[in-house]
């Protein structure tokens, strides 16, 4: 796929381009469906994050940019995908083709308009047993401390999202691990973010999922997001650059 060079050239049908990171592990039955849905001119960067199933080859053959991160976890990979992006506007989405990452187009015509700094996906659930109970419990508990710690009444902290480049990178996120979508909740909240959220199907996943598959998963993604509503912003230190990920 041809790399993104101008980041503000909008599409054809006058939505800005955008970058795409899928965080990726083992996903080669579902990447074919999720890059197919990924919108004309826009670039998806699929983020390896030790698969040995072939993902990486797939997603080079279906037209990506493979990026590599050797460190296990979701926010490594999300992290390494957004240091590797070019574009202004920048959008995250799973790539076990629960969620179609088409949706994006609106998330980022939001953007663009001015009504919001970040966009939240609020999934909902597409026929019986697509959301595992204890998958939902875990969310509903974090949306509650969430809103006591900032204020902010929302009712998912899913994956699929979308926001400026160089604003989420001001943000300083350090979480490389389930935390990281939250820490970016609490961070643009406490920096006065606009955020919104917006419904969107979610769908029967491809695979078991990694990190909210079973009970144990969930407990231990709660963990990573309660430690994370108690931290704050790091104090900007004058002179430092943002390292550049690695794509291949």
Not at 35 to 58: E, H, K, M, Q, Y
Not at 125 to 134: C, F, I, N, S, V
Not at 188 to 194: E, F, K, L, T, V
Not at 212 to 239: C, E, I, K, N
Request: glycine share 10%; proline share 7%.
């Amino acid at each position: 796929m041809e790399r993104v060079t101008d980041a503000i050239t909008p599409r054809s049908d006058g939505v800005p381009r955008a970058d795409v990171v899928l965080p990726c592990l083992d996903e080669a039955d579902a990447l074919p469906w999720v890059l197919a849905r990924i919108p004309d001119g826009w670039r998806a960067i699929v983020v390896d994050n030790g698969s040995t199933d072939g993902s990486a080859a797939i997603a080079r053959a279906h037209g990506a940019t493979v990026v590599h991160e050797p460190r296990r976890g979701f926010g490594a990979a999300c992290h390494a995908g957004l240091l590797a992006a070019e574009a202004e506007f920048v959008c995250f989405c799973d790539c076990d083709a629960t969620l179609d990452p088409g949706l994006l187009t609106g998330f980022v015509a939001a953007l663009a308009e001015g009504g919001a700094d970040l966009v939240l996906g609020r999934r909902r659930p597409q026929g019986r047993g697509t959301w595992p109970a204890h998958a939902r419990v875990g969310n509903l508990a974090l949306a509650r401390m969430l809103r006591r710690r900032t204020g902010l009444r929302l009712h998912d902290l899913g994956p699929l999202r979308a926001a400026r480049r160089a604003p989420l990178l001001d943000l300083g996120l350090t979480d490389r691990r389930s935390g990281y979508p939250l820490q970016m909740v609490v961070r643009g909240s406490d920096a006065g973010w606009r955020i919104e959220e917006r419904d969107v199907p979610y769908l029967p996943r491809a695979g078991r999922s990694k990190v909210t598959g079973t009970w144990r998963g969930t407990w231990h993604a709660v963990r990573d997001m309660r430690a994370v509503l108690h931290d704050r912003p790091p104090v900007p230190v004058a002179g430092v650059t943002h390292p550049v990920g690695t794509a291949l």
